[in-house]
């Protein structure tokens, strides 16, 4: 029990360190670092509806494109008292290319972004030599991107942005102020340009990406914040944040002041989806994890207490009272628990750094949010210690309190006799809640989309619950189905051991139940996902037609790289393609909630020649401005077809109703609304395809055009190529990268609960009954034979454990791969593996090492001596 309740408080603490610091997570703040404030538009939509039961609720997600700012304001806000300047900012992505070197700085690392000049003294940045950009081919670098591309002042570089590569002569080298000794921003490298060509570069000439705001000598941000807000909500027109369509009615089109710590979210955009993503994905693994400590403490407690039952019964038929037992009990448990949980406090600060550094390893948060730890985020551990031994103390209690309401007089009785079934009302439960679980399948089958998804995950859940409270039934009718063939094939030993197993059901029940728990719960984490993306990667390997693809080690290729490689001779179709994402507002059981969905788009003419998202109904070529095509759940789900209108938010916040022109099988690969690139791009910060496909004429040559292409984008694209046996496309869920990691943690802890249940189960259950494997040597068992039916008695538990958990986990998942992908769920023989090799060595070790003190003197003594 000190075990597990050292592992609890463990898990519990660092995952409760990891949640807090992501609530108080925040974009980090460097290229706006020197500005008292920065204005900006609001990034958030909203969505408000009445729920079933007629009260209002309000669901918001954050936008992923950019809501500009137009740069009308800037008079505003730099009459604004105590402001020194109003800065208008624009980033813009771009590949950077030396002589010196052959693969383009920013395709490794951080990425590279474009900015005006004037910018520079946002951060600031100041010239650590050279001078400043004056004329259109001109820049200056920040110091740590001029070393990577190992270029000094006055050599001459390569830039592409959102246009045809150009050269530009390298003028300075800034470095930013008060950082120490380092020559750029931690997470962000910076090319400067004179100020009307970044204008011209970003695109949007009349609006920016941000206006920074210096402050005066002696102003103070509070002073500051309130004359820009005055500035910018008073006068005739209220300003108003910039997008390519109308936005929701419920959005809010002011622009925003942000001070201290939010100055970072215009810098890193995916900062705030992903904290939301991270603090969702913590708390529902942490609420598994106290579900899964609570089952394992209580089997743990029970088999503790039950090893005692004779003891307790002889206090209760010398006078003690069921109250005093109880306190005994709950002393005892404290004691360990108090002592478990504070060492499991200890170590959370280590594993909440570790988790840290595996997210960050694996690029599962980006690399601008800041996870911060106060001082008194240390002290959530002690909260969760504080759990852990009220969690023991209430299981301890109730596993005692049968002895402890039975008459005295009964009590020795009680404790002769161990309790074959389980109560009524246990029994009542778990066949209620193995229904349940059957019922949440069968909807599942019968549902698509997300209702099927929550369905199933309800129906593994009541499952598990169902065979925990079942466990002595389970345990009955896997010995009795496994104790005929252990009778048959194992000898004296098999006999042995279908006997023993018989007499111990209600016991190994209290081991096979974690084990059914482990193998149906790492079970459906892993073949859940597994399943989902090897779906995908078939489809996505299937959707691709195209003869040959180019890709890029820079930002993306630019629409005109697109139309210079159609242009080549034997190219019979050529399309980019181009990822963002969407905001669909829908209802959930009357709760309103919007969801970001990841999108794709390309040209019309591609489809299917070059991208086949297997088109049920509908005509691909009347995708284009106003309609869209939906993937045939997602069509289902809304109920929708062919000619219906359906509201999408764009990434940047425009609210625009869509005309469905085709309906696709292929959505779990290509996502569940696929665009035309005229639709899409100008809804997009920087519409940069991620790669262009291409298909060849009859008779084309491969190697000739692979050549003419490759000639074409040496002058059009900084480190693009051509190659043959295009990649299946595959759309990347924002969350993906978190989702993993939290899983690959889940599983761990799992597998770590069940280790310690088994063994310390299964240890508990052979202490007791080493007096029994005594009397069978003292009546002339042999060693060999004692060995071989605890051997066989281990294989009993374990396959009972691991065909039962496996029974629990196939259901929900068959009822969720069904819909979704149509295919049966899927586990790679690698983790299969893993998963039957960890129960095979814990019950093993549970089973044997205990009775080595039994079996170690080839002649016994006898039972009563110790």
């Excluded at 778990?430 to 199933?456: C, H, N, R, Y």
Aim: glycine share 12%; hydrophobic share 50%; proline share 6%.
């Amino acid at each position: 029990m000190f075990a597990v309740l050292v592992l609890t408080s463990l898990v519990l603490g660092g995952f409760s360190l990891a949640a807090l610091s992501a609530v108080t997570g925040h974009a980090r703040v460097e290229r706006y670092a020197g500005a008292a404030a920065v204005v900006t538009g609001d990034q958030t939509t909203r969505y408000t509806a009445k729920a079933l039961g007629g009260e209002t609720r309000s669901a918001s997600a954050q936008l992923t494109e950019r809501v500009r700012v137009p740069r009308s304001v800037l008079p505003r806000i730099a009459a604004v008292p105590g402001v020194r300047a109003a800065v208008a900012d624009d980033a813009f992505p771009v590949a950077l290319s030396a002589k010196s070197t052959s693969t383009p700085a920013g395709t490794h690392g951080s990425p590279v972004y474009g900015h005006p000049w004037q910018a520079a003294a946002l951060a600031p940045f100041t010239l650590r030599e050279g001078r400043a950009p004056t004329g259109p081919r001109q820049v200056v670098l920040d110091g740590h991107l001029a070393d990577r591309a190992g270029v000094r002042v006055g050599d001459e570089v390569t830039v592409q942005s959102l246009g045809a590569p150009r050269t530009y002569e390298v003028s300075g080298i800034a470095a930013p102020e008060g950082r120490g000794d380092r020559t750029g921003l931690e997470h962000q490298g910076a090319v400067f340009f004179t100020d009307q060509q970044a204008r011209q570069l970003a695109g949007h000439p009349a609006s920016a990406d941000a206006i920074g705001v210096l402050a005066a000598p002696g102003a103070s941000d509070e002073q500051i914040l309130a004359g820009v807000r005055e500035a910018l909500d008073g006068g005739p027109k209220p300003a108003r944040s910039v997008t390519a369509g109308q936005r929701y009615k419920e959005d809010n089109t002011a622009l925003r002041v942000l001070t201290g710590d939010d100055r970072g979210e215009p810098e890193f955009l995916d900062a705030a989806p992903s904290r939301w993503s991270l603090i969702q994905l913590l708390a529902s693994v942490s609420v598994l994890v106290l579900m899964i400590a609570v089952l394992v403490v209580a089997g743990t407690v029970a088999q503790a207490v039950h090893q005692r039952a004779r003891e307790m019964a002889l206090l209760r038929a010398v006078g003690a009272t069921p109250g005093q037992l109880r306190a005994t009990v709950g002393r005892e448990i404290r004691t360990v628990a108090v002592a478990a949980a504070v060492l499991g406090a200890a170590g959370a600060v280590p594993v909440f750094g570790l988790l840290l550094r595996l997210l960050r390893s694996r690029d599962a948060v980006p690399a601008g949010l800041e996870l911060p730890t106060p001082w008194w985020l240390y002290a959530a551990p002690l909260v969760t210690a504080g759990l852990t031994v009220l969690v023991a103390w209430i299981t301890g209690t109730l596993a005692c309190r049968r002895t402890a309401r039975v008459h005295p007089a009964q009590a020795m009785g009680e404790a002769q006799v161990e309790p074959e079934r389980p109560g009524r009302g246990r029994t009542v439960t778990g066949l209620v809640m193995l229904f349940l679980g059957a019922a949440s399948a069968g909807t599942a089958v019968l549902q698509f989309g997300e209702v099927a998804a929550m369905a199933a995950s309800t129906a593994a859940v009541t499952l598990v619950i169902g065979c925990a409270l079942l466990g002595p039934w389970i345990a009955r009718g896997a010995l009795r189905v496994l104790g005929a063939p252990a009778r048959r094939l194992g000898g004296p030993g098999g006999y042995l051991a279908a006997a023993a197993a018989h007499a111990n059901s209600r016991r190994l029940g209290a081991a096979i139940t974690p084990i059914v728990l482990m193998v149906a719960f790492v079970a459906v984490q892993l073949s859940g996902g597994a399943t989902m993306d090897r779906q995908a990667g078939r489809q996505g390997e299937d959707a691709v037609r195209a003869d040959l693809a180019v890709t890029t080690d820079g930002p993306g290729l630019t629409e005109d790289t697109v139309a210079g490689i159609a242009r080549v001779p034997g190219v019979a179709a050529a399309s980019g393609v181009l990822h963002s994402s969407v905001v669909l507002a829908r209802k959930e059981l009357g709760d309103p909630r919007l969801d970001r969905l990841p999108v794709l788009a390309v040209g019309p003419a591609a489809l299917p020649r070059l991208l086949d998202p297997g088109l049920i109904e509908g005509d691909p070529a009347k995708l284009g401005r106003g309609t869209v095509a939906v993937g045939k759940d997602r069509a289902r789900s809304l109920g929708i077809g062919i000619g219906s209108v359906v509201t999408l938010r764009y990434g940047d916040g425009a609210n625009v109703p869509l005309r469905v022109a085709a309906v696709y099988e292929r959505s779990p690969a290509l996502g569940d609304f696929l665009f035309a690139t005229e639709e899409l791009a100008p809804h997009m910060a920087a519409p940069l395809h991620s790669r262009v496909l291409l298909s060849l004429d009859p008779g084309a040559r491969s190697e000739d055009v692979r050549a003419a292409v490759q000639r074409v984008l040496a002058d059009s694209a900084v480190g693009a190529r051509v190659g043959t046996d295009p990649a299946g496309e595959q759309r990347e869920p924002e969350d993906r990268g978190v989702g993993q990691v939290i899983t690959v943690v889940a599983v761990a802890v799992i597998g770590g609960f069940t280790v310690i249940a088994v063994l310390s189960t299964l240890t508990l259950i052979m202490i007791g009954r080493r007096q029994e494997i005594l009397l069978l040597r003292l009546v002339g068992a042999g060693r060999r034979q004692v060995r071989r039916m605890l051997r066989i008695e281990a294989a009993i538990v374990g396959l009972a454990g691991l065909v039962v958990g496996a029974a629990v986990a196939v259901i929900p998942l068959t009822a969720l791969s069904l819909p979704l992908t149509g295919a049966l769920p899927y586990l790679p023989p690698a983790q299969a593996g893993l998963i039957v090799a960890a129960v095979a060595a814990t019950v093993a070790a549970g089973t044997l090492l205990p009775m080595r003190p039994a079996l170690r003197k080839r002649h016994p003594a006898s039972v009563g001596k110790k």
